[in-house]
Each structure stands twice: as structure tokens, then as C-alpha cells.
């Protein structure tokens, strides 16, 4: 392979956790040309921004881009534009990456470490599709200002915007589509169409687009119903497809089904097929230089990279195969310790996970 990977560590965990997936990635892929860049507050540290031009322009060159985590609680003082997390933000919306993949998948040597009884989660394979680059994210106007109306009128009041374009809805729509018919032919759209105009025009378009695609089952969901289901009967999902709030939260639900956010890994994808990919849990900085992160997701997201924007789903393969085979061994790093196995640190992690390769 001559594709060339921008490798973005970040903060907190981020460094320890991308070295075992770069370390994975060599393995299997020697000739890829990795490029590594600052970003979020490490970059802020040295260059006065989270996201300097040198670090974009080399995720804009790149096939794919390979991120660890940002944030640090230490830079919550700053301006909101040179926090670490406007970062993330801003190479989703220089890169149009408006597709995030969450799967959530529950190994079977795991289904003790999941917040749910086995009997409940055991079997979990779902796929959570989030809009990534619309909703009240990015929607204007915002910012905080005094009301001037209202029975607050006097008082200081912060105000988002929440909108979606029919085109922005249409395009996340056929993914969900397409994926659904990769898997189960199930797809469900949750919004909350009876309170937010938002999401009766996404209702609307969902529907529409789903007379292309026959063969799928749709269903629609309220998010608070979606957020209970999901922990009361989590397997009657496939796929799921939403918005970036609602997304943002049931995502992070769904990875605790999984038995630790430290093994859902990610991907977030343009219309080219280049992609960011990274783990779903944050920076951690509790936790940074001790050498307990689970790196698992991460390297899980690296086999996604391989799949989705390197064409290459036989490598991709291998890597799954090797994370299950060192859950079998017992193999855990702290998060998803429990008595009988055995626990192991970041890079020992990293180590079996090279051996199972091999």
C-alpha cells in the first residue's frame, strides 16, 4: 500500500493510545507513509492554535486521518476558538465529514463487563450513523447575550441554533439506507418530530428517500424513547440514523452496552471516502502517562481505516480477528478488568494485540 495517513495523537491519552495502533498499522501495512501533526491543546501549546494550518493542510492531503482524543481541563479557560475540542470540529467541517460511524458491538468475552444483564445485551451488533456536521453544533446565530424579551428580559441568556437543510438530511439518509442493506434491512430514524420543526423536516426527508431503497424496513423513533430502548431491549436495532446531538449522546449510551467506551472505535467520512477515524471515548487526562489507557479502540478504528477508506478489508479483517483472539487469552486493561483475567497495561495491550498478528 503507498497510502499516505495523517496520524493526529492530540492530548491526555491520546499519544499512548495512537502508538499501539500506529505499531498495529505497520504490521500490517509496512508501506503506508505515516505523517504525524500536533492538534487540540498540544498544538495550542506550541503553535497558538488547536488546529494550525500545517496540521489541516496535511489531513487535507491525506487519505485518511488516524486521531487519538483532545481536551484538557486545564485549557477550559481559553477562548471557545482555541479550546483543543474546536480542533475535532473544525477538521469535520474542512474535511466535509459529515457521515460518523459508531458500531457497537458486544464480544462475547465481554458480556460481563457490560452495564446490562448478558441475558439482555449478549449478541449486541448495532451500527449508530450520526450527522456530523449540521445541527446545533454549527447552526447561527449563537452566543450569549442580554434577553430582551421574556420573563427573563434584563438577564444574560446563551442561545444555539438548531438546523438542518434538506440536502444535509438527504445525503445521511441514503448512507443509512445503504448500510442497513448490508446488514439486516433494518434501519430506524429517531428525531423529535412532535416538539422541533428540526426534525419533522428530517422525518419528512427520511421518508422520502426511503422509496428508494424497497428492501429496507424503516421505522421512526423519539430520542427519549430511542435513549430507553436501548437499555431496555438493545438487540432490536441494526441501524440507527440521526442527528449530531441526538447522536452524540445515544453513541455514547450504546458504548456502554458494550462493556467500556475504551473499545468503540469510529469513523467519519466525506463524500470521497477519505475519513477521520478514532475512538469514542475522550483524552482522559485523569488517567494521561500512566499507562492504563485501553487501546483497543483505537486500534479497532485503525481496522475501520483500513476498510472504509483504504480498500482494504481483508487487513482490516486480520486486526478484528486479533483484538477477539486477545479478549479470549483474558487480556484486559483496567476498564474492562474483571476478577479471573488478567490485567495488563497500554502497551502490553498493544504488544498481544501484535502477537495475535503474528
Not at 223 to 231: C, G, R
Amino acid at each position: 500500500m503507498t497510502k499516505k495517513i495523517a496520524v493526529l495523537p492530540g492530548d491526555g491519552i491520546g499519544s499512548e493510545i495512537i502508538e499501539q495502533a500506529v505499531r498495529v498499522l505497520r504490521a500490517v501495512a509496512p508501506s503506508l507513509e505515516i505523517n504525524q501533526a500536533p492538534v487540540g491543546g498540544t498544538a495550542y501549546d506550541l503553535h497558538g492554535h488547536p488546529l494550525p494550518p500545517a496540521t489541516l493542510k496535511l489531513a487535507q492531503e491525506s487519505n485518511a486521518i488516524l486521531f487519538g482524543a483532545v481536551g484538557d481541563w486545564k485549557y477550559d479557560k481559553l477562548p471557545r476558538e482555541h479550546r483543543p475540542e474546536q480542533a475535532i470540529l473544525g477538521l469535520r467541517k474542512a474535511l466535509g465529514l459529515f457521515a460518523n460511524l459508531r458500531p457497537a458491538i458486544l464480544y462475547p468475552e465481554l458480556a460481563n463487563a457490560s452495564s446490562l444483564k448478558p441475558e439482555i445485551v449478549s449478541g449486541l451488533d448495532i451500527l449508530i450513523l450520526r450527522e456530523l456536521t449540521g445541527d446545533i453544533y454549527f447552526g447561527t446565530p449563537r452566543g450569549i447575550r442580554t434577553a430582551t424579551d421574556g420573563p427573563y428580559a434584563g438577564s444574560r441568556e446563551g442561545f444555539d441554533t438548531m438546523r438542518y437543510a434538506e440536502p444535509e438530511i438527504r445525503r445521511i439518509a441514503h448512507i443509512g439506507f445503504q448500510a442497513a442493506q448490508k446488514r439486516k434491512g433494518k434501519l430506524c430514524s429517531v428525531d423529535k418530530a412532535n416538539v422541533l420543526e428540526t426534525s419533522q423536516l428530517w422525518r419528512d426527508v427520511v421518508i422520502e428517500v426511503a422509496k428508494d431503497y424497497p428492501d429496507v424496513a424503516l421505522t421512526h423513533m423519539y430520542v427519549d424513547n430511542a435513549a430507553m430502548q436501548l437499555v431496555r431491549s438493545p438487540r432490536e436495532f441494526d441501524v440507527i440514523v440521526t442527528g449530531n446531538l441526538f447522536g452524540d449522546i445515544l453513541s455514547d449510551e450504546a458504548a456502554m452496552l458494550t462493556g467500556s467506551i475504551g473499545m468503540l472505535p469510529s469513523a467519519s467520512l466525506n463524500a470521497s471516502g477519505q475519513g477521520l477515524y478514532e475512538p469514542s471515548h475522550g483524552s482522559a487526562p485523569d488517567i494521561a502517562g500512566q499507562g492504563i489507557a485501553n487501546p483497543l479502540a483505537t486500534i479497532l478504528s485503525a481496522a475501520m481505516m483500513l476498510r472504509y477508506s483504504l480498500d482494504s478489508a481483508a487487513l482490516a479483517d486480520r486486526i478484528e480477528q486479533a483484538v477477539q483472539k486477545v479478549l479470549q487469552q483474558g487480556l484486559r486493561t483496567a476498564d474492562i478488568y474483571e476478577p479471573g483475567t488478567t490485567k495488563v497495561g497500554t502497551a502490553a495491550m498493544g504488544d498481544a494485540v501484535l502477537k495475535a498478528l503474528a
